[in-house]
């Protein structure tokens, strides 16, 4: 075929595109009526292909499958049948319940979740009054593309760009990072699928182009494949030894693979090179992992002065929010997150940390209606996680029931982020190990450990191995956890109350007085169990 009907059948194919993705556009923003979707409706929605903000020009790559019917069918059985009790047991078939009708609330549940995961950019997109979703300091993005501020506007215009110029390399490089970005700050992992064909068209274009190799680095890096987002950011800084996205995900590679003397040379290095907020926040997180709490808040503080764009403030007052936070500091962190909404309305991560930090600080009902505003947006495992628990602790008569609710959404979300070839094993032996299936919790714990050893890990390691009675076995990972400084109140709790398991009463003790004198609110029902168990255990030190 001469060069010529190349270009003639790319062409056909972007004029395919765009009508389909016109189509699920309307689809997603016309809904017939609000309510639970009737069976032929679900069927329908799951089979949209993918959809764009109907604010610009619909996307240019070909269309990529994201989740369909019969995965959805299959997240619809995985919430039904998975429905967990308060103590971690499961429900199996629902059956203990409310039979069928909680069966079908379930489905409902979760075909609400795919609907919202994969046509959750058309919300994203399409908001101008100040919530608008902002785009941080993304190395690689052009920055007349991104004049706007909007990571949906921006994305509407490389759209347009590349229909015009589809052999421009720099242009589906670009636009492979931006999906890879609006997928990390909207909690939608159909976009992952989409990036990578947009990264693999521009490096097929131009094959060593270090902007699409950190580009892969990153999407790697964002599905928690974390060996070859190390080997991508490599070769990138092998083309450019000043990629600040290069340099960026390297450090992260180098962090979730619990190699952390290598992160910290990684870090020290990248501010040599290009110093800037991506680098001073990764900079900030090696250092506190270390313990080492005042550099972190120092450089973070450093970083937040100079910040100018509305998503580097967002991002950055959110991660001094988070630090304030975890040193139990909620006021502090409240500051924080709103100077972070201010700039950003609908930036989830502020959003959530308000939430966590509300809940902390005794506002229970407002805790519990932002978290409900978050999940209802982007259902992710971690707000699900918390707003049951923040259910739970309520314990209004309805409450219990819609806390198995949340539970059970998490593996619904984990089956659609498989789907799109995200690693999921952290956040289900997290989730599963409080609120669902404990053996599932430790064969996802042991499988994320062969992975990487990192602190994280060993404290889900530890944790899936204590619910499952094998306290001995855990005691050596719980203590791993926290051998490094990072002063997280969970892995101290976690690491209490397996040493009072295994007799080590004196050191429970220590646990759990350190857990709750560093953050007393760090989870509305595990703080609870502390307080009770050290109690009993005679109380402080």
């Known amino acids: 075929m001469s060069p010529r009907s190349n270009d003639d059948a790319q062409e056909r194919d972007l004029a395919d595109d765009t009508a389909d993705a016109a189509d699920a556009t309307d689809a997603a923003a016309a809904p017939e009526a609000p309510g639970t979707p009737e069976p032929a409706e679900t069927a329908e929605m799951a089979e949209t292909p993918e959809t764009v903000e109907p604010a610009g020009p619909v996307e240019t790559v070909e269309t990529v499958e994201t989740v369909g019917t019969a995965d959805v069918a299959e997240t619809a059985d995985v919430a039904a049948t998975a429905g967990t009790v308060g103590t971690g047991q499961r429900v199996p078939g629902g059956r203990r319940e409310s039979g069928r009708l909680r069966v079908l609330h379930l489905t409902a549940c979760a075909v609400a979740l795919a609907v919202a995961m994969t046509a959750g950019a058309v919300v994203l997109g399409n908001r101008d009054d100040g919530g608008t979703s902002t785009v941080s300091s993304v190395p690689g993005l052009a920055p007349e593309l991104l004049a706007g501020g909007s990571l949906a506007s921006s994305i509407s215009a490389l759209q347009s760009h590349l229909k015009a110029q589809p052999k421009d390399s720099g242009g589906w490089a670009t636009l492979g990072i931006a999906y890879v970005e609006q997928a990390r700050t909207g909690g939608d992992p159909s976009r992952y699928p989409q990036a990578q064909r947009a990264l693999e068209r521009s490096l097929k274009l131009s094959p060593d182009n270090d902007p699409a190799l950190a580009g892969r680095a990153a999407l790697a890096a964002a599905r928690h494949e974390f060996p070859e987002a190390l080997r991508y950011a490599d070769k990138a800084l092998d083309e450019n030894a000043f990629s600040e996205r290069a340099l960026s995900i390297r450090i992260d590679a180098l962090v979730e693979l619990g190699r952390y003397k290598e992160a910290s040379k990684a870090a020290d290095e990248a501010d040599s090179r290009r110093p800037g907020v991506p680098v001073f926040t990764r900079y900030a997180y090696v250092h506190e992992l270390r313990g080492d709490v005042r550099t972190a808040r120092r450089v973070l503080e450093q970083a937040l002065a100079g910040a100018t764009a509305p998503g580097d403030v967002a991002y950055v007052a959110s991660s001094l929010g988070q630090l304030s936070w975890r040193e139990g500091e909620y006021g502090t962190a409240l500051k924080y997150y709103e100077r972070a909404l201010r ?11 308000r939430a966590r930090a509300q809940a902390a600080n005794g506002d229970r009902a407002a805790a519990i209606l932002g978290m409900e505003e978050v999940v209802g947006r982007f259902p992710l495992p971690g707000p699900l996680v918390v707003l049951g628990e923040l259910y739970e602790a309520r314990d209004g008569e309805e409450d219990r029931a819609k806390a198995r609710d949340q539970y059970a ?72 956890a926290t051998a490094t400084g990072y002063r997280d109140a969970t892995f101290l709790y976690h690491r209490g109350m397996i040493e009072r398991a295994t007799g080590h009463k004196k050191e429970a003790r220590a646990g759990l007085s350190s857990a709750l004198k560093l953050n007393p609110g760090f989870s509305p029902v595990g703080a609870k169990v502390a307080e009770k168990t050290l109690t009993a255990l005679g109380g402080a030190q």
């Open 409 to 480: 959404l998490v593996n619904a979300w984990t089956a659609l982020a498989r789907a799109n070839g995200v690693n999921a094993d952290l956040d289900t032996a997290l989730a599963a190990a409080e609120h669902g299936d404990r053996k599932a919790a430790l064969r996802a714990a042991r499988a994320e450990w062969e992975r990487r050893e990192t602190v994280h890990t060993a404290d889900a390691l530890a944790w899936a191995l204590h619910v499952n009675g094998r306290d001995d076995e855990a005691l050596p990972y719980a203590r791993r």
């Open 343 to 353: 700039a950003d309305a609908a930036y989830l991560p502020a959003l959530e940390g």
